[in-house]
């Protein structure tokens, strides 16, 4: 890997920041972001994950001065930088289109940020040279943007951004633009080139696998608000509503009342039967419970725990998926390497069963 | 705190600047625009009667009372008529060259998009070189019928016949557009559920090509309704010739001139207040757009009928003879001598560069019968010295104009785009477009009546007087080329990625440098297209020139004008058919040339033209390397 200098990576603190705009229909006032409070860690990977018009972008365009907050403060290092333009500040974003200049070719566009800087022509070379060697884009200097594949583009932003040696680097949607096996090299890529220069990432994304493959730390946001923040082991097995554990992967929930309770552990009455849960919760029998099931910790049989009826059965390689009736309840499974298992078919009588801990009570 | 009181300077800076920008504006907007042609309202009730009392409506009863009508109904009738025959003549010649199979379209329609570069005054000259009284056409036809009126291209019919054929050339760019862009598969479909080929036409391809017609109908209408050099050299009472003999008038002459020309000039602006907020209201409704999305390509429709398939292809023919004849007869003739030129017969003999460039003496005899000799009277456009003083004049006025109102756009339209969305985005856009609603006749009427005075705002000056006509002159080009420059320019910036625009501030660049060196580059090549075209239709305009005249604002197109006085007698304006011919010539070489920078090379893509250098360099290595080898 080339030799490059990597600045001290900063944190970001984001003290009870809101932004409010002006509803074009109606003439009202709304919150995009509303009381986000939240500090990332220098050297960090994390990821702002969430639908569209969640605020996501909104929020990525405060910390980098497009947009200025209506409430709260924003932190760079420890400095506020609320009344800095977006130039003066420590950041640099690749952005969703890329935004490469077209009238430069690959080296003037990487060379653009430094240039700005008043960089030392000598020393903008060598940087320029050992980015875009980190990047893989060696011997591509003189070509023009369009004449980039959409990988090569994406890589250009990146080698950009990153050679102004920011505090924070900022992704929108960086690799919405790339089919989807190009998607998935480049966010090995990005994760790679941020763990080799140990700097501070925010990335914005709706896709919630690649917030997962990517992040340290993932917050999910809904409707301006942060609905959860976490590691993605977190978010994904310890979901803290029926929005998040639902956009993170498949989800199944079974609901019924609470109607044990012991120590580290609950029982969810799901059509008669009580279905064992472990769980932290203080919860009190009577309760309405809702259990979060994945698809692939469900296991199908001819006995187990809860009854059901076989709607869809469908090979997909390296799985058989399943739809089955739960009582009232649809219920999808995902059964891995279906090879030497006993295949059911629709209309086919069946149990369902699944190991305590890997469900979780809402 | 030291950035803080960094960026307090910084943003007082960029303050004092914005309100350095916006009263430059305000000035521009009021002093330029506004005060001008309110003035010109005012005007039409600021009348005196004959014992020096206001009388607010004396005019109007004059309007009523006198002749003032026909000019507008002069107008109108030119207009309707015009509507109706450039629009015969346009479709018939984009169906012919795009939509039926024609043989030889290209070359016809190469001949049918002459008027793109042969235009204005100088195709009006032309058109008189063939049909006026000495025309060489007309001189041809009293050979075969002596007892013709020589006089016949005159009037109404001439400005109509000239104007159909010069007003062609919209059609031609947009109707053509419109055309190549119907999905052939519905013309199939329609044949397919049992159409006949013109059933198709009326019913599937016309309807589509009817929001185009509509709005090429009422820019028609606009155009015949301000006519200016085609009535004026033509013989024409319309509006637009009046306006600009009552604005050289005196009330010695006849009953308060300056106020009959602005109420005519007034009426002029609320027809085309009115159309064009017609055409826009109608284009908010959208044109027709295919929703395949695999458009087919249209294929030309054999004519099965022979008898109509004969009819087509002479009738094409007919047309291209008309729109040739006038363009060869003037490039062939630009190249003959003074005597072949009178003699209107063409002789390889007579070939010669004299219209173009060099002199020669003229020998005549008196009415005394005395023989005298005038030294270098016979000269080529770029040998006469007022030719060459009118060709300057117009290069510098057309270059400053169309560069300012460039400058003034770009500005502008990256300050609505920067606050797009807010009020005062919207405000400044108006302003810019204010000058669509008016005819150019009013804002130079305006103009010359207004600035024709001392005006405070302007160093108490006479923008009027002697050189000062020409900074007059520039104005009323800036001002008169602005919406379009908008327009254009604002189409340009759309296409700037508004990303693009954060990432050269996120990488560090102020708004000053982003705007240098990351906007003004992409959308160059529109500014510069814009320029171009600006530049070509200012070079030789002839009805602003024709408000503005005067011996120190003398542009080209006086100059031609000119050209078309009677010859010889006394050696005045001789070789004026010889320079002439060269005029045009040299005008459509112009127009050729910055229509091909424009169209041809910025049309090309990125790709294309990077290609092309890369060609260039490969090509220009080997050139010297191979000189080196040598």
């Known amino acids: ?362 | 705190m030291q950035q803080t009181a960094s960026r307090k300077g910084g943003l007082e800076l960029s303050m004092l600047w914005k309100v350095f920008g916006g009263i430059l504006f305000v000035y521009l907007f009021l002093g330029f625009m506004v005060l001008p042609c309110l003035n010109t309202l005012t005007s039409i009730f600021a009348t005196k009667d004959a014992a020096g009392n206001a009388d607010p409506l004396a005019v109007v009863r004059f309007f009523f009372a006198g002749n003032m009508p026909s000019f507008v109904i002069n107008s109108l009738k030119l207009a309707v008529c015009l509507v109706v025959t450039v629009n015969v003549v346009g479709i018939s010649i984009v169906l012919l060259t795009e939509y039926f199979d024609i043989k030889g379209a290209k070359i016809l329609r190469l001949g049918y998009m002459t008027t793109l570069i042969y235009s204005g005054v100088a195709l009006v000259t032309g058109y008189q070189f063939l049909y006026d009284s000495n025309g060489m056409l007309t001189q041809w036809l009293i050979q075969v019928f002596p007892g013709m009126n020589k006089q016949w291209f005159t009037g109404f019919s001439a400005v109509l016949f000239t104007m159909t054929f010069a007003c062609t050339s919209n059609h031609a760019l947009f109707l053509r557009n419109a055309i190549r862009g119907i999905d052939y598969n519905t013309v199939e479909a329609a044949r397919n559920l049992g159409a006949k080929p013109f059933k198709v036409l009326l019913k599937v391809v016309m309807p589509t090509l009817l929001p185009t017609l509509f709005s090429l109908t009422v820019m028609t209408f606009i155009t015949g309704l301000c006519a200016m050099s085609a009535p004026t050299l033509l013989g024409y009472n319309s509006i637009n010739p009046e306006i600009v003999r009552l604005a050289g008038s005196s009330a010695a002459d006849e009953a308060f001139p300056q106020a009959r020309a602005a109420l005519l000039s007034i009426i002029l602006a609320l027809f085309t207040i009115v159309l064009l907020t017609t055409l826009n209201h109608y284009e908010k409704k959208g044109h027709y757009l295919s929703v395949s999305k695999t458009k087919a390509k249209l294929v030309k429709q054999k004519i099965q009928n022979p008898v109509w398939n004969v009819v087509a292809h002479v009738y094409a023919y007919v047309l291209f003879l008309i729109y040739m004849t006038p363009v060869v007869m003037i490039v062939l003739f630009a190249f003959q001598n003074w005597p072949a030129i009178r003699a209107k017969s063409l002789n390889v003999s007579s070939w010669t560069l004299i219209n173009f460039f060099g002199t020669q003496d003229y020998s005549y005899t008196t009415s005394r019968g005395k023989q005298r000799v005038r030294e270098g009277v016979i000269s080529g456009v770029f040998s006469n010295a007022d030719t060459v003083g009118g060709i300057r004049l117009s290069f510098i006025l057309s270059a400053l104009a169309a560069a300012l109102a460039c400058v003034i756009v770009v500005i502008a339209v990256n300050y609505i785009f920067k606050h797009r969305n807010k009020k005062r985005a919207a405000i400044v856009e108006a302003c810019l477009l204010f000058p669509w609603l008016l005819p150019t006749i009013l804002i130079c009427y305006s103009f010359r009546i207004f600035f024709n005075n001392d005006v405070w705002y302007v160093l108490g000056k006479n923008l009027y007087y002697r050189e000062n006509v020409r900074f007059l002159i520039v104005m009323a080009y800036t001002v008169v080329k602005l919406p379009f420059a908008l327009r254009m320019v604002k189409a340009a910036f759309y296409a700037i990625d508004d990303e693009l625009e954060d990432a050269a501030r996120n990488l560090g660049a102020s708004s000053l440098v982003t705007f240098l060196r990351v906007k003004l580059p992409i959308v160059l090549p529109s500014v510069l297209a814009v320029f171009a075209l600006n530049f070509n239709a200012l070079f030789t305009e002839y009805d602003m020139s024709a408000t503005f005249h005067s011996s120190y604002g003398k542009s080209y197109a006086m100059v031609i004008q000119s050209m078309t006085a009677e010859e010889g007698r006394d050696g005045y304006n001789m070789n004026g058919s010889g320079r002439r011919c060269a005029s045009t010539v040299f005008i459509m070489v112009i127009s050729g040339l910055i229509l091909y920078l424009v169209y041809g090379v910025g049309a090309r893509d990125l790709g294309e033209r990077l290609e092309r250098r890369k060609k260039r360099r490969e090509r220009w290595a080997k050139l010297t390397g191979k000189a080196k080898a040598a």
Do not use: W
Request: with cysteine.
């Open chain 1, 1 to 362: 890997m080339a030799d490059l200098r990597v600045k001290q990576p900063k944190g970001v603190k984001l003290d009870h920041i809101s932004k409010i705009y002006k509803d074009p229909k109606t003439g009202k006032d709304f919150y995009a972001v509303h009381d986000v409070d939240l500090t990332i860690e220098p050297g960090t990977f994390v990821t702002l994950l969430g639908p569209s018009g969640c605020g996501k972008t909104t929020t990525l365009r405060m910390i980098a001065g497009f947009e200025s907050p209506d409430e709260g403060e924003i932190y760079l290092g420890g400095e506020p930088i609320n009344a800095l333009t977006p130039n003066k500040r420590d950041t640099a974003m690749v952005f969703q289109s890329y935004a490469l200049f077209p009238h430069y070719n690959v080296f003037d566009n990487v060379a653009y940020g430094l240039r700005l800087r008043k960089v030392d022509k000598e020393e903008i070379k060598r940087r320029v040279t050992d980015i875009l060697a980190l990047v893989e884009l060696s011997g591509m200097e003189q070509r023009m943007t369009n004449q980039l594949s959409g990988g090569q583009q994406q890589r250009v932003a990146l080698a950009r951004a990153l050679v102004v040696e920011p505090g924070v680097l900022l992704f929108d949607e960086p690799l919405s633009n790339l089919d989807a096996k190009l998607r998935v090299q480049m966010r090995t890529e990005i994760r790679r080139i941020q763990q080799a220069l140990g700097i501070t990432a925010i990335y914005v994304t709706h896709d919630q696998s690649e917030a997962m493959s990517i992040s340290d730390n993932i917050i999910l946001m809904k409707g301006g608000v942060i609905a959860q923040m976490g590691s993605p082991t977190e978010i994904y097995y310890r979901p803290n509503s029926e929005f998040v554990a639902d956009f993170i992967g498949e989800c199944n929930f079974l609901k019924g009342p609470i109607s044990d309770v012991s120590m580290g552990e609950a029982c969810v009455n799901v059509g008669g039967v009580d279905v064992p849960v472990a769980t932290d919760k203080s919860v009190r029998v009577g309760d309405p419970g809702e259990i979060v099931l994945r698809p692939e910790a469900i296991a199908i049989a001819d006995t187990g725990l809860l009854p059901c009826k076989v709607e869809l059965s469908c090979f997909m390689g390296s799985y058989q998926n399943y739809h089955v009736r739960v009582g009232d309840t649809l219920v999808k499974i995902t059964d891995n390497c279906p090879i030497n298992k006993k295949i059911f078919h629709v209309g086919d009588n069946a149990y369902i069963s699944f190991d305590k801990n890997c469900a979780h009570l809402l």
